[in-house]
């Protein structure tokens, strides 16, 4: 069996990693709001209303 070998990040790609998680993040919720604010306009508020 061989060992496993890690790389070690420097601080500027943990920061630049970050970052780049933080920005996906942003990403994926802005295109919840997105997708929310399309249904409700497609379908109006009524959708909220149905019987369940």
């Given at each position: 069996m061989g060992e496993i ?10 920061k ?7 920005a996906i993040?942003l990403?994926?919720a ?5 997708f929310?604010v399309a ?8 959708i909220?209303?149905?019987p369940?």
């Open positions: 070998e890690y790389v070690a990040l420097t601080e500027r790609q943990k630049a990693r970050r970052n780049r998680s933080i993040g990403a994926l802005a295109l919840v709001v997105i929310y249904t409700i306009a497609k379908f109006g508020p009524a909220l209303n149905r369940m």
